[in-house]
């Protein structure tokens, strides 16, 4: 039988079981992983079996590291998520999250705009460091990216999204996420990005500031191809701030919906 | 006319246009995307798109945050 020991095809004789392979091909691994799932007591193995070997804290080699990020992933998910484009429209509280969310699912490629650069105001609620003050966005969170998954492709577009260049700028994301701050320039980007791919989903967020309960963030599908995901009415304005929390639920909402989209599943 | 507003019907008097319907809402125009029969509807036709019976309309209304 065929099984696969840190995405290397070995071939092993029937029955074989998984502490013999650890014993075999990597003594020192403490964690084990097999189709998965960690795996706490020995077991046997089956044909197409995909077992990874770890040692605990040790730095894997660039070559077993995607595969290692990998093994965390439902088998098949991984290579359907590798082969997708995501466009972000907007890297403040909502795309900076959405983008961390879909790099560590191992999202093949990103496509993130954004005009603004990293303020002290940012740091309640986006994926930013304190030492990233004054660097543009779009540049701070590809370096964020490549930390947290090097294997994601990020294209950035520093500059602001406007009807003449947002089809240009994301000519090639198979799904956008609508990650703007303003309310205007949401309803700009959903009718520009509709009015050139209409056949693309899209999924805009409205309605996710304050400390209001969690559950009345939902996810609905207005359209055919149009994701709406908040509560709708909470806008930021003096009294009710945007913070960590509440629009980290929306932005993991966004893309949750991404990912749904992408497995084919229903996304509300 | 009846016509399916965010997925509740309604009845309406013709003849209405969209961007008529929206100030009867009293919405802010630049704050809205509007789809008329599951196609985006660029907010410059708003004023000359007429609302017809069995159409269907999704009105989205932004608030600011992200």
């Given at each position: 039988?065929?099984?696969?020991?840190?995405?290397?095809?070995?071939?092993?004789?029937?029955?074989?079981?998984?502490?013999?392979?650890?014993?075999?091909?990597?003594?020192?691994?403490?964690?084990?992983?097999?189709?998965?799932?960690?795996?706490?007591?020995?077991?046997?193995?089956?044909?197409?079996?995909?077992?990874?070997?770890?040692?605990?804290?040790?730095?894997?080699?660039?070559?077993?590291?995607?595969?290692?990020?990998?093994?965390?992933?439902?088998?098949?998910?991984?290579?359907?998520?590798?082969?997708?484009?995501?466009?972000?429209?907007?890297?403040?509280?909502?795309?900076?999250?959405?983008?961390?969310?879909?790099?560590?699912?191992?999202?093949?490629?990103?496509?993130?705009?954004?005009?603004?650069?990293?303020?002290?105001?940012?740091?309640?609620?986006?994926?930013?460091?304190?030492?990233?003050?004054?660097?543009?966005?779009?540049?701070?969170?590809?370096?964020?990216?490549?930390?947290?998954?090097?294997?994601?492709?990020?294209?950035?577009?520093?500059?602001?999204?406007?009807?003449?260049?947002?089809?240009?700028?994301?000519?090639?994301?198979?799904?956008?996420?609508?990650?703007?701050?303003?309310?205007?320039?949401?309803?700009?980007?959903?009718?520009?990005?509709?009015?050139?791919?209409?056949?693309?989903?899209?999924?805009?967020?409205?309605?996710?500031?304050?400390?209001?309960?969690?559950?009345?963030?939902?996810?609905?599908?207005?359209?055919?191809?149009?994701?709406?995901?908040?509560?709708?009415?909470?806008?930021?304005?003096?009294?009710?701030?945007?913070?960590?929390?509440?629009?980290?639920?929306?932005?993991?909402?966004?893309?949750?919906?991404?990912?749904?989209?992408?497995?084919?599943?229903?996304?509300? | 006319?009846?016509?399916?507003?965010?997925?509740?019907?309604?009845?309406?008097?013709?003849?209405?246009?969209?961007?008529?319907?929206?100030?009867?809402?009293?919405?802010?125009?630049?704050?809205?995307?509007?789809?008329?029969?599951?196609?985006?509807l660029p907010r410059e036709n708003f004023a000359e798109a007429q609302l017809a019976d069995g159409d269907t309309l999704e009105i989205i209304q932004f608030v600011g945050g992200g």
């Amino acid at each position: 039988m065929t099984v696969w020991i840190n995405e290397q095809p070995r071939e092993l004789p029937v029955g074989t079981r998984l502490f013999a392979v650890r014993d075999l091909c990597k003594p020192e691994a403490d964690v084990l992983i097999v189709n998965g799932f960690p795996a706490t007591s020995d077991q046997p193995l089956r044909d197409q079996d995909r077992v990874v070997l770890i040692r605990r804290g040790e730095r894997p080699s660039a070559g077993e590291l995607e595969a290692l990020m990998a093994a965390r992933h439902t088998p098949g998910v991984h290579e359907r998520v590798k082969g997708a484009s995501v466009g972000i429209a907007g890297a403040g509280g909502l795309g900076s999250a959405v983008a961390v969310a879909l790099a560590r699912i191992g999202v093949g490629r990103l496509i993130i705009a954004d005009f603004d650069v990293v303020e002290p105001s940012n740091l309640n609620r986006q994926q930013y460091f304190v030492d990233q003050i004054g660097l543009p966005k779009v540049e701070a969170l590809r370096d964020n990216l490549a930390r947290i998954n090097p294997y994601v492709k990020v294209d950035i577009f520093n500059g602001r999204l406007t009807p003449e260049n947002i089809p240009t700028v994301f000519a090639e994301a198979r799904i956008l996420v609508e990650a703007f701050d303003a309310a205007a320039q949401k309803a700009m980007l959903v009718e520009s990005f509709r009015r050139h791919f209409p056949e693309r989903p899209l999924v805009a967020a409205s309605g996710l500031a304050g400390y209001q309960p969690s559950n009345t963030v939902v996810t609905r599908r207005v359209g055919a191809q149009l994701v709406l995901v908040g509560d709708g009415q909470s806008a930021a304005r003096p009294g009710e701030g945007l913070m960590a929390p509440r629009v980290g639920i929306a932005a993991h909402h966004q893309a949750n919906a991404v990912l749904r989209l992408l497995l084919g599943e229903e996304p509300q | 006319m009846k016509i399916k507003i965010n997925g509740e019907p309604r009845d309406l008097s013709p003849p209405l246009t969209v961007a008529e319907y929206l100030a009867t809402l009293g919405l802010e125009v630049e704050r809205v995307a509007v789809e008329h029969n599951h196609r985006i509807l660029p907010r410059e036709n708003f004023a000359e798109a007429q609302l017809a019976d069995g159409d269907t309309l999704e009105i989205i209304q932004f608030v600011g945050g992200g």
